[in-house]
């Protein structure tokens, strides 16, 4: 297949490619109605309207600056969540840390009562579950040394037969 190129080695522009319509811009696209006799269309314009503009306010009115967040309640809330790593005793310090930092909140009108109430949830549930887990291992100790006091015969540890018996 060829194509036809200009005598310089360029594709002509005014000629289309094998297979395809020349291009008219006083015909109208295919599928579009084409213009009344005697009207020339120039496409769809859109119309002028007035820029509308805020302007400049009359006073600057200054941003008032936010409260400092209580320092306390950051430490509560760490305080807290550190108890998963400790087993729950830094958690109950964070419970206590949240309330003293909400009192100091309404006192002094600080930011972080959040945070402050995070400490406190997340501190007595931490708290909670640590308890409830060190609880379980004493009871299953109980367990273990009543069963052993009871049958004498009773060994806790695994069998494990030794290969040579002597």
């Known amino acids: 297949m060829s194509y036809p190129q200009q005598p310089g080695g360029g594709w ?46 009359a006073v600057v009115m200054p941003v008032a600056a936010a409260p400092p967040t209580n320092g306390m309640a950051i430490a509560s809330l760490v305080c807290s969540l550190a108890g998963l790593a400790t087993c729950g005793l830094t958690s109950i310090v964070g419970a206590i840390l949240g309330h003293v930092a909400r009192r100091q909140i309404r006192e002094r009108g600080e930011a972080g009562d959040g945070l402050a109430l995070a400490g406190i949830i997340s501190g007595w549930i931490i708290f909670g579950l640590a308890a409830l887990g060190i609880a379980a291992y004493i009871v299953f100790a ?25």
């Not at 049958?151 to 030794?162: E, L, Q, R, S």
């Open 12 to 57: 002509q522009q005014d000629q289309p490619w094998p297979g395809q319509q020349a291009y008219d811009p006083n015909q109208p696209a295919s599928g579009q109605p084409a213009s009344p006799a005697g009207y020339v269309d120039y496409g769809y314009q859109q119309q002028a309207y007035p820029a509308y503009g805020y302007g400049t306010p």
């Open 142 to 166: 109980i367990i273990l040394v009543s069963a052993a006091a009871t049958n004498p015969g009773f060994d806790p540890t695994p069998y494990n037969p030794t290969p040579y018996p002597s």
